[in-house]
């Protein structure tokens, strides 16, 4: 039986984006319901949420939130080039890289970026970029090594672009 899936979720939201592209690699259909963030969430939506954000994914009525987790809960659920599926040594170390990918990136280059991104003067915009561009070389770069076209050599498409797509977070999502 098809499961039923609904997407609670805003296109602005660049977590969101990583549900957004895992169902469209695995091809899910699914149901979308917007959700105004300019305004209080419902008290429906935190029912569903009780944290308020989105992407929120309902699968069969099971609420899993958090953007990492719902797109490694869809990757796990339906078996696909995204990420070997665990029970061999050898997709364990698949996806401890892309994890390792993943967690690297946003603990230690993402916020140099956006620092860079919203600095309020040049001289500031210019010592952030600066930082991020040497964080990157240090501590991202290494992990690219045989990356081409996807993370560790994939032809296709891998766990690690969805969780990693995440480019532009500006302030006016937060008015989306
Ligand atoms: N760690 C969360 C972050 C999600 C997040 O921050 N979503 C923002 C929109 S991009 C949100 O829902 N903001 C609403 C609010 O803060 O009230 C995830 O990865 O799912």
């Known amino acids: 039986m098809t499961a039923k899936i609904k997407l609670y979720t805003n296109h602005g939201c660049p977590w969101a984006h990583r549900a957004h592209i895992a169902l469209a690699e695995l091809k899910i259909p699914f149901e979308e319901e917007i959700i105004d963030l300019s305004v209080p969430r419902t008290p429906e939506y935190l029912a569903i949420n009780p944290r308020g954000l989105v992407p929120s994914l309902s699968y069969n009525g099971q609420i899993i939130t958090e953007s990492a987790i719902v797109a490694q809960f869809l990757a796990d659920a339906y078996p ?30 993402n916020s140099l970026y956006h620092k860079a991104l919203f600095a309020k003067t040049d001289e500031e915009a210019e ?43 500006d302030e006016t999502l937060e008015k989306t």
């Open 80 to 109: 696909s080039h995204l990420v070997p599926n665990g029970g061999t040594p050898e997709a364990a170390l698949t996806r401890a890289r892309i994890n390792f990918f993943v967690d690297t990136f946003f603990s230690k280059v």
């Open 127 to 169: 010592e952030a970029a600066a930082e991020f561009v040497k964080q990157l070389e240090k501590e991202v770069e290494p992990l690219l090594s045989d990356a081409g076209p996807y993370f560790g050599g994939s032809k296709t498409l891998t766990l690690a672009e969805v969780c990693y797509h995440k480019n532009k977070r």
